[in-house]
């Protein structure tokens, strides 16, 4: 069915990148085959599957499936390294725009260590409000910045029970049922943060995670008045930069190829 692939990483958060602009893998197939890719030690292993489509419109159009074969409407990290991706291959110029569940995506390379990524206008904004947890109640902020995202400011987000708390959250009744990424935050200085996060569909923690960045941006400019642009320490030690220009807000860091491969039947063929 497919063989060639890339193996790519924005800033710790990897995933497995297929041109699937000759349609070889039926959108009906994609999700359990991204289930079977994404798994670590039992094939390739990834936090996500990206198929580059064709489009009418765009440069292309894109369907990004979490590790566990759900469907996410964006992908920060991702969009950054498909950029890389349709553009080493022919498949756009140095500035794209594709189509994704969350909207039209503008993308930039910047140079061999860098493409910048235009987000959708984040929704939903709200913050610091009270959850209940465990018979507590949490301060928490939230917004949409393509996928939804809980954000939590922590004095030493090294010390925090990120899967515990984030599992909780993510399924927590007040974000049913499409669910949340969890997010905490520590701040280093007047412009730079560190964070850490749960991510829905990875049902775990990611190392870096690129909507959850501008989410924790935006919470951290609006909250402790942070300024932008806003420099975010991902748990890889990989740094994202949030730009903010009038309305619009960019996300901006690596897209590295960590290796080419071909795929053998036996990467998705196994129970
Ligand atoms: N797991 C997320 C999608 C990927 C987000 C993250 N990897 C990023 O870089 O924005 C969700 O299902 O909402």
């Avoid at 943060?193 to 991510?199: F, G, K, Q, W």
């Avoid at 941006?217 to 990989?238: D, L, Q, Y």
């Avoid at 930069?241 to 590295?256: P, S, V």
């Amino acid at each position: 069915m497919i063989s060639e692939f890339y193996k790519m990483s924005g800033g710790g958060n990897d995933f497995i990148v297929i041109d699937n602009t000759d349609n070889s893998i039926p959108e009906s197939k994609a999700s359990g085959l991204a289930e079977k890719l994404c798994k670590r030690q039992l094939s390739v292993g990834a936090d996500g599957l990206i198929l580059i489509c064709s489009s009418k419109e765009d440069d292309f159009k894109w369907l990004f499936y979490n590790s566990d074969g759900s469907v996410a409407e964006m992908c920060g990290n991702g969009a950054r390294c498909a950029a890389r991706f349709a553009y080493i291959n022919g498949i756009a110029g140095r500035s794209m725009t594709f189509e994704t569940l969350a909207g039209k995506i503008k993308a930039e390379i910047i140079d061999d260590n860098s493409v910048k990524v235009l987000m959708t206008p984040p929704l939903d904004a709200n913050f610091n409000y009270s959850i209940e947890i465990d018979n507590k109640w949490l301060e928490v902020s939230s917004v949409n910045t393509g996928v939804p995202h809980v954000i939590i400011k922590s004095e030493n987000i090294a010390d925090e029970p990120l899967i515990e708390t984030g599992r909780k959250i993510r399924f927590h009744d007040k974000y049913s049922p499409a669910g949340t990424n969890v997010n905490f935050y520590e701040i280093t200085d007047d412009s730079t943060v560190a964070m850490r996060t749960y991510e829905r569909g990875v049902e775990g923690e990611t190392l870096a995670c690129g909507t959850g960045a501008v989410a924790v941006a935006i919470t951290a400019n609006a909250c402790e008045n942070i300024n932008f642009p806003v420099k975010i320490k991902t748990r890889s030690g990989a740094t994202l930069t949030i730009h903010k220009q009038d309305n619009n807000f960019f996300l901006e860091g690596e897209a590295r190829i960590i290796y080419q491969g071909v795929l053998n039947k036996e990467a998705y063929d196994y129970e």
